[in-house]
């Protein structure tokens, strides 16, 4: 079991540009949870995503972010127009249990820097 | 909502000692309480984990123990070694275990830094 995969690792955009972060569950693994961790900072829940569905999305910003978990493929975290507070780490969490966060295993997380 | 503060945010012990980190929580309807081991730019990890109706748990040298009542918990760790040194992150949410009312997130504590000096 290959674990809870995330890519890239590090990601440097441009202020105004796009990223994409992708997140590839555990297999066997139907729910991702989305998390973003500012330096010398816990991680803060973004969003929690089934296969087509999102479930709770309460920790998501109201606007340039949005995430999505297909039917086929891994779950995607897009954010548009980044700006420089958009860097952090962020981290993809799966689950085979639906509404409980035991057996939460998380991946390696993706850095991004926006210059 | 719910939140969860943790103390100390710096940790430092001699190898061999004990390290005992505590968190408090706000929301008396939060049911399970996990902690997290990270390293540096590593993924969080899983360490012990307790629900609210148990009110210690142990795993070889680590521990953690809850007082439901004072809304705290607390993560022990005995004979501390050089590879203990991390982050270690408490968190708490309100499960779901039926149709019922619950949460989706873990609301993280903002971590300590344990130094073991060997």
């Known amino acids: 079991n290959a674990g809870v995969m995330q890519n890239p690792r590090h990601l440097v955009r441009r202020r105004g540009q796009e990223a994409r972060l992708r997140c590839s569950p555990m297999k066997g693994h139907s729910h991702v949870y989305w998390y973003r961790q500012l330096p010398e900072e816990g991680l803060k829940f973004m969003v929690y995503?089934?296969?087509?569905?999102?479930?709770?999305e309460s920790g998501m910003p109201k606007e340039r972010f949005s995430a999505e978990f297909p039917k086929e493929g891994p779950s995607i975290l897009r954010i548009q127009q980044v700006v420089r507070g958009d860097s952090a780490a962020y981290f993809c969490?799966?689950?085979?249990?639906?509404?409980?966060?035991?057996?939460?295993?998380f991946g390696s997380g993706t850095q991004l820097s926006v210059l | 909502g719910e939140n969860v503060e943790q103390h100390p945010s710096t940790l430092s012990v001699q190898e061999g000692d004990s390290a005992v980190i505590k968190c408090t929580y706000s929301?008396?309807?939060?049911?399970?309480f996990p902690w997290y081991k990270q390293e540096l730019g590593k993924r969080p990890q899983l360490i012990i984990d307790?629900?609210?109706?148990?009110g210690e748990k142990k795993d070889q040298r680590i521990a953690v123990t809850l007082n439901k009542t004072a809304k705290h918990f607390s993560l022990h760790i005995t004979e501390t070694q050089p590879e203990d040194s991390a982050v270690y992150f408490c968190a708490a949410s309100k499960d779901r275990f039926d149709s019922g009312a619950g949460s989706y997130q873990l609301t993280f504590g903002k971590g300590t830094k344990l130094s073991v000096i060997p």
């Open positions: 995503l089934q296969k087509e569905n999102i479930i709770d």
């Open positions: 929301d008396s309807a939060s049911n399970y």
């Open positions: 969490a799966s689950s085979p249990l639906a509404g409980r966060n035991e057996k939460l295993f």
């Open positions: 307790i629900r609210s109706n148990v």
